[in-house]
């Protein structure tokens, strides 16, 4: 089965600084997607960024952008220039490519990200 | 975000008590989600339904009962539930299968006393 980890609990950051929040995932799949969400404190999760396990390149948008290590089942999120509106639950997920459960995410336990004036 | 809703935003109620969540989705997807989000654990996937047929249940009491009547539109029945579920349950939506992202809905806080 597959599993996603997220080994920090809370990250902070200064305002107009560089986050970056870890992932590692755990899948014998070659074919699957990836994913970060933001929760903010209002709770509604809102997709930030996805990524194809078949593209190399590392998927970007806007001031986030990733770090995706196949090999190294590494998944990280990269915050430029950190915004207050930031501040956030950071999940991420992922989800299979083919086989019965295309439809399933799985989420790592989050990170909470501050951001300080 | 009014992509899915959801109604109530917040529900108490009490162990015999009976009620429903509503989820509501107006992006056309064919697929839809409820989880649980309690602290410090993953969002639990609860139920799936693709093109309104249930495919996943992960094992989840009887005391939840879902219902799709059509592709919009999602329950969540609740009864005789116990004070551990108490959570924010959370909808969501997407296109059935491939790598489509979901869309959640703001989720329902429940409270059970």
């Known amino acids: 089965a597959q599993t996603v980890t997220q080994s920090q609990p809370e990250m902070s950051v200064q305002e107009a600084e560089t986050v970056t929040l870890s992932c590692t995932y755990d899948?014998?799949?070659?074919?699957?997607?990836l994913f970060w969400y933001k929760q903010p404190p209002s709770r509604q999760m809102i997709l930030v960024i996805r990524?194809?396990?078949?593209?190399?390149q590392n998927a970007t948008e806007n001031r986030f952008s990733v770090n995706f290590q196949k090999a190294a089942k590494s998944f990280s999120l990269k915050i430029s220039d950190s915004q207050l509106g930031d501040a956030a639950m950071y999940f991420c997920?992922?989800?299979?490519?083919?086989?019965?459960?295309?439809?399933?995410?799985?989420f790592g336990t989050g990170t909470r990200l501050q951001v300080f004036p | 975000e009014t992509g899915v809703t959801q109604t109530p935003r917040h529900l108490v109620m009490g162990m015999t008590n009976k009620k429903s969540l509503k989820c509501e989705q107006h992006?056309?997807?064919?697929?839809m989600y409820w989880y649980k989000q309690s602290a410090k654990k993953p969002l639990e996937l609860m139920f799936v339904?693709?093109?309104?047929?249930?495919?996943e249940n992960n094992s989840v009491p009887s005391r939840f009962s879902p219902e799709c009547p059509n592709s919009s539109h999602l329950f969540l029945h609740l009864h005789t539930l116990q004070p551990e579920d108490s959570a924010l349950y959370l909808c969501?939506?997407?296109?059935?299968?491939?790598?489509?992202?979901?869309?959640f809905g703001p989720g329902t806080r429940l409270t059970v006393t």
């Open positions: 339904y693709s093109l309104e047929e249930r495919v």
């Open positions: 969501a939506s997407s296109r059935a299968s491939g790598g489509y992202e979901q869309y």
């Open positions: 997920a992922y989800r299979s490519a083919g086989g019965y459960n295309t439809d399933k995410l799985i």
């Open positions: 990524q194809e396990a078949y593209k190399q």
């Open positions: 899948t014998s799949e070659s074919d699957y997607y």
């Open positions: 992006l056309g997807h064919n697929a």
